[in-house]
């Protein structure tokens, strides 16, 4: 591979390999098909660093930026088919701000579900606060805010495999719920559908 580009270089020429075509855009359900895919490549770099081909200092801010953002896209994901099953015509907030969005989808989840488990729900919480501190101010793509200040200003010794293991549990956690809430909303559209 040449490490100057070519004059015929596109970033979306097919290649010799056809096993490493992605099709972009297929998916109807977008919000679940991002989400999905942001944990999955996170979980690969992963099991990368654990098989010693990556070492974890070079990946560790695109891990954390790839599980928060899968984070962000669940959860925006949960509140809007959420008040669609609450019959509310607002669609998710818009922000990046995990604690805020969380916000929207704990009332929403426990008004559907009310018997659901509130201890796996408050851990998912916890956990949820936790990412949002420790990249509140974007320290997963900038080493500096705005104002030139440091986005983490204490250095802090992060377990990837951890990391990954306990996004494993919350995922289970919030695509179950996806899940559950997107057969209740079919269910609900299919009856409607099937009133006139």
């Known amino acids: 591979m040449s490490s100057c580009p070519n004059p015929g270089d596109s970033l979306l020429a097919l290649g010799a390999n056809p096993r490493s075509e992605a099709l972009l855009g ?3 359900d977008w919000i679940f098909a991002y989400a999905l895919s942001f944990k999955e490549a996170a979980d690969i770099v992963v099991s990368q660093v654990e098989l010693g081909v990556a ?59 009310p018997a659901g488990n509130s201890v796996d729900t408050d851990t998912v919480e916890r956990c949820i606060f936790e ?21 983490l200003p204490n250095e802090l010794l992060l377990n990837l495999t951890n990391l990954r293991d306990v996004m494993g549990r919350i995922s289970g956690f919030l695509e179950g719920s ?3 809430m997107h057969e209740l909303w079919q269910h609900e559209a299919d009856m409607d559908s099937d009133a006139f």
């Not at 922000?95 to 426990?110: A, D, G, M």
């Not at 990412?131 to 974007?138: A, C, N, P, T």
């Open 26 to 28: 297929a998916d109807p």
């Open 55 to 113: 070492p974890p200092d070079a990946v560790d801010y695109p891990v954390v930026f790839l599980y928060k953002h899968y984070l962000e896209l669940m959860l925006k994901g949960l509140i809007r088919i959420g008040r669609r099953l609450r019959y509310e015509h607002e669609d998710f907030p818009r922000t990046h701000q995990l604690r805020r969005l969380w916000n929207q989808f704990r009332p929403l989840i426990e008004a559907i579900y």
């Open 131 to 151: 990412m949002d501190e420790l990249d509140s101010s974007g320290a997963s793509r900038y080493g500096e805010d705005l104002n030139g200040k440091p986005t």
């Open 178 to 180: 996806y899940d559950w």
